[in-house]
């Protein structure tokens, strides 16, 4: 029991250090907002919400601007710059650090007033950049540059991704959304893909995000309750190239927007309640390039994109989160659905293994196969940078 109690403790403090920044921010009230959201927008004024990764390599910015010119494609969005020094990106001396745009997806939450919040006129962009510094060159947490230059040497296999995005809902104290205060909820069983006031918590916030997304162009596929209590999954996908992390990015951006709005904070840490027996959070990959889909062989290329994988397992792991493998390792303990941090596996319809083909993936003999192994903070231009140099490229060690 006191030995319980301890690691509470800890796991609060911890909790608290990583999260609490805003416990006594009232709620604004949204009705006030509303008279002036709701002004039209002046012809010719547009809003651009530049949109890019900080220096934790998980945490986004944004900034807004407006602009006179309407902006169809990205190459129609001009550069920007911003200070690196309040992002952890750069020195107080020399902090400029460049925005490329890189895509741009109407923006769900400027509206422009009236006929024009049509998804097909809204001109209020919001656009994902990369980070470059003075020279030119990506910064540390610009993983986007060399995942571009990768997929582009592929693209004739048309490589595709879908990503199954968990996250967890806290409330602004730090604790689980919904949870008794430094206490837990019923032991876990009723909550994946549930339905009900004591089982399904938020469920306003998941829905907004699906419809926000949806709005935005995004490839969302679906959303479902997760096995914790107030933890959600949605899919990005089945979508080629860079594309499918871009997109991912995007939605990450649009969730954290809307947690604003209901004072909920979302969570991609790995494994947000350590004592107890509740599911980590992850971002499993689902991958294929053309000869995987051919009807009867696609199973061989599939094995032998495993077999290659499976002699990779260190590499990989570095990957598949902010922190180099450190935050995986609280996640992949081998239970709570999961392999093992250390050992490799592979199989066909199971949860307990790194690699997973699918049941049906097996009986037509092929389609695509799972890596369950990102963590739900991934960034997806590594995972899907380095799927493709291993299993398309034939990188090693
Ligand atoms: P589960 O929870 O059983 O692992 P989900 O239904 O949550 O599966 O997710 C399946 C994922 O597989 C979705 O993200 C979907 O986009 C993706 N997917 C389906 N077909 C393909 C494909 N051909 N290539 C890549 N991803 C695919
Ligand atoms: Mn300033
Ligand atoms: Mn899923
Ligand atoms: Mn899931
Ligand atoms: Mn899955």
């Known amino acids: 029991m006191r030995s319980t109690i301890v690691t509470l403790k800890m796991f609060v403090k911890r909790t608290l250090v990583k999260f609490t920044s805003a416990v006594d921010i009232r709620?604004?009230?949204?009705?006030?907002?509303?008279?002036?959201?709701?002004?039209?927008?002046?012809?010719?004024?547009?809003?651009?919400?530049?949109?890019?990764?900080?220096?934790?390599?998980?945490?986004?910015r944004s900034k807004t601007k407006t602009v006179s010119e309407q902006t169809n494609s990205v190459k129609d969005v001009s550069?920007?710059?911003?200070?690196?020094?309040?992002?952890?990106?750069?020195?107080?001396?020399?902090?400029?650090?460049y925005l490329k745009p890189v895509a741009i997806y109407r923006d769900p939450f400027i509206l422009m007033g009236g006929v024009s919040d049509n998804p097909e006129t809204n001109q209020n962009k919001?656009?994902?950049?990369?980070?470059?510094?003075?020279?030119?060159?990506?910064?540390?947490t610009n993983w986007r540059s060399d995942c571009e230059k990768t997929l582009k040497s592929v693209a004739d296999q048309k490589p595709t991704f879908g990503f199954e995005q968990e996250y967890t809902l806290l409330d602004r104290d730090g604790w689980p959304f919904g949870w008794p205060k430094m206490a837990?909820?019923?032991?876990?069983?009723?909550?994946?893909?549930?339905?009900?006031?004591?089982?399904a918590y938020a469920r306003d916030l998941v829905d907004s995000h699906y419809r926000a997304c949806l709005y935005a162009g995004l490839d969302i596929a679906g959303i479902n309750a997760e096995v914790m209590p107030s933890s959600w999954e949605y899919q990005i996908g089945p979508t080629i190239g860079i594309d499918a992390a871009d997109q991912l990015w995007i939605s990450r951006y649009i969730l954290h927007r809307i947690g604003e709005e209901y004072g909920i904070q979302i969570s991609l840490d790995p494994k947000p309640?350590?004592?107890?027996?509740?599911?980590?959070?992850?971002?499993?990959?689902?991958?294929?390039?053309?000869?995987?889909?051919?009807?009867?062989?696609?199973?061989?290329?599939?094995?032998?994109?495993?077999?290659?994988?499976?002699?990779r397992q260190r590499t990989h792991m570095r990957h598949y989160?902010?922190?180099?493998?450190?935050?995986?390792?609280?996640?992949?303990?081998?239970e709570h659905e999961t392999a093992s941090y250390k050992e490799f596996s592979s199989d066909t319809?199971?949860?307990?293994?790194?690699?997973?083909?699918?049941?049906?993936?097996?009986?037509?003999?092929?389609?695509?196969?799972?890596?369950?192994?990102?963590?739900?903070?991934?960034?997806?231009?590594?995972?899907?940078?380095?799927?493709?140099k291993t299993v398309c490229l034939n990188e090693t060690g």
């Open 27 to 60: 709620p604004l009230d949204k009705l006030i907002t509303s008279k002036y959201v709701n002004l039209p927008q002046p012809k010719n004024k547009f809003l651009q919400t530049y949109i890019w990764i900080d220096g934790t390599g998980e945490q986004l």
């Open 273 to 311: 309640v350590e004592v107890g027996d509740w599911n980590g959070a992850g971002c499993h990959v689902n991958f294929n390039v053309e000869e995987m889909k051919k009807k009867g062989e696609g199973l061989k290329a599939i094995e032998k994109a495993i077999e290659k994988l499976s002699k």
């Open 79 to 97: 550069w920007w710059s911003y200070d690196g020094s309040s992002t952890g990106q750069a020195e107080g001396e020399n902090s400029d650090i």
């Open 126 to 140: 919001l656009v994902l950049c990369e980070t470059l510094d003075t020279d030119m060159k990506p910064l540390k």
């Open 349 to 388: 319809a199971s949860r307990a293994v790194s690699i997973r083909i699918p049941r049906q993936v097996a009986d037509n003999q092929c389609g695509y196969f799972e890596d369950r192994r990102p963590a739900a903070n991934c960034d997806p231009y590594q995972v899907t940078n380095i799927l493709v």
């Open 184 to 199: 837990f909820p019923g032991s876990q069983g009723p909550y994946y893909c549930s339905v009900g006031a004591c089982q």
């Open 321 to 334: 989160d902010p922190a180099f493998g450190k935050d995986n390792k609280r996640r992949l303990t081998g």
